[in-house]
């Protein structure tokens, strides 16, 4: 297994208020660059990106990403490890592949950031209602590791 690059801690709390460890890391060149291309509104008009790409981006971020369980840092590589190593959430699994997004990207901007949901809520069906949990969720998130950082 290859080592994260730049790796980062984080902690999310997940549907039944359990805190779970990861380690997000920034994406080598050409992984990034096509996640990026893929997922972004911008790169949509630029690169023609395909809205039924949303999940197999969020495998290919999830494969630089370590979770810890029982001590162990396990890596996200298949579908098969993540769904055995992480509880049965969605949305923490989106939480944590939005936060290892905006690791690796200056684009996740409060005027891209309802256009980039909103494209994930259409295809993976999710309510506005949802949405607006979600978002409000990574927000949280996003000052509590802010605050983190400047502790430095």
Same mark, same amino acid.
Request: charged share 30%; net charge negative; no cysteine.
């Given at each position: 297994m290859s080592k994260l690059l730049k790796e980062k801690e984080i902690k999310v709390m997940d549907l039944d208020d359990n805190e779970i460890t990861f380690f997000i890391s920034r994406f080598p060149i050409m992984d990034g660059m096509q996640i990026v291309k893929n997922l972004m509104p911008s790169a949509k008009d630029l690169w023609g990106a +395909? @809205? *039924? !790409?949303?999940?197999? =981006? /969020?495998?290919?971020?999830? &494969?630089? /990403? +370590? !979770? /810890?369980? +029982? *001590? =162990? &840092?396990? &890596?996200? =590589?298949? =579908?098969?490890?993540?769904? @055995?190593s992480l509880p049965p959430d969605a949305e923490l699994v989106i939480k944590v592949a939005f936060l290892a997004y905006e690791y690796n990207t200056n684009f996740f901007k409060t005027e891209n950031l309802y256009r980039t949901l909103n494209k994930i809520r259409g295809f993976l069906g999710l309510s506005n209602t949802k949405i607006s949990t979600l978002l409000s969720d990574l927000l949280s998130q996003t000052i509590k590791l802010v605050g983190k950082d400047s502790k430095k």
């Open positions: +395909d @809205n *039924g !790409v949303a999940l197999q =981006e /969020v495998l290919h971020i999830l &494969r630089f /990403v +370590d !979770v /810890v369980k +029982d *001590g =162990e &840092r396990i &890596r996200l =590589e298949t =579908e098969s490890i993540i769904q @055995n």
